[in-house]
Nanobody
Framework: EVQLVEFGGGVVQPGGSLRLSCVAS????????MTWIRQALGEEEEHISS????????YYSPSVRGRFTISRDNANNILYLQMNDLKADDTARYLC???????????RGQGTQVTVSS
């Protein structure tokens, strides 16, 4: 069974940092591009970032470029999202997905909540 489980969310002050992890199981992780998506309350899903099978970042949303970094550990089946200089607008539920982009992912996790607030 394909499973994606996100960790690392929480409450952080503006300007702070968090690192999200997505632990994958049930499939050959290194065979797939991977994606981070976020959804704020009442908003549509936003494609945040994607990474190729071999670890090359493929996409960053303009809203996070320069502040967020996507990476992966294929040996341990983990996808990461390092988030720096967090802003209130980054408050959302963050989900990882197997595949590329909001439309392209065929499996996704339940997500982890990130709240940026003073």
């Amino acid at each position: 069974e394909v499973q994606l489980v996100e960790f690392g969310g929480g409450v952080v002050q503006p300007g702070g940092s968090l690192r999200l992890s997505c632990v994958a199981s049930g499939f050959a992780f290194s065979d797939y591009d991977m994606t981070w998506i976020r959804q704020a309350l009442g908003e549509e899903e936003e494609h945040i970032s994607s990474i190729s099978r071999d670890g090359k970042p493929q996409y960053y949303s303009p809203s996070v470029r320069g502040r967020f970094t996507i990476s992966r550990d294929n040996a341990n089946n983990i996808l990461y999202l390092q988030m720096n200089d967090l802003k209130a607008d980054d408050t959302a539920r963050y989900l990882c997905g197997r595949g590329y982009g909001v439309v392209g992912v065929d499996r996704r996790g339940q997500g982890t909540q990130v709240t940026v607030s003073s």
